[in-house]
């Protein structure tokens, strides 16, 4: 098992920035590749980006390239979103998630609790 906590969100304003972070317990933190995922009300949970084991490749949603960034420290068994740039539309809780770097298929075993990001306009 895998837990995750998920912290760091908050109220900002447009244009401003905030860092989200989830820390990892229980198994091997550079067992997994890491993501994160928001979902608003109402709506499916979408992709935002995802961070390989090692942190040497990252992916990310079209809609937030070039204002996030995602990034590991598996010293510290934490996975940060750094969000530059954010929109109204941005607002929505966002989730970490883990999934095996040996498992063969696209799966997200496990989930932070959430952490709410509101952006004003």
């Known amino acids: 098992q895998v837990q995750l906590v998920d912290s760091g969100g908050g109220l900002v304003q447009a244009g401003g920035s905030l860092r989200v972070s989830c820390a990892a317990s229980g198994r091997t933190f550079s067992d997994y590749v890491m993501g994160w995922f928001r979902q608003t009300p109402g709506k499916e949970r979408e992709f935002v980006a995802a961070?390989?084991?090692?942190?040497?490749?990252?992916y990310y949603a079209d809609s937030v390239k070039g204002r996030f960034t995602i990034s590991r420290d598996n010293a510290k068994n934490t996975v940060y979103l750094q969000m530059n740039s954010l929109r109204p539309e941005d607002t929505a809780v966002y989730y970490c998630a883990a999934k095996s770097r040996y498992s063969g298929r696209n799966v997200y075993s496990y989930w932070g609790q959430g952490t709410q990001v509101t952006v004003s306009s």
């Open positions: 961070i390989s084991w090692s942190g040497d490749s990252t």
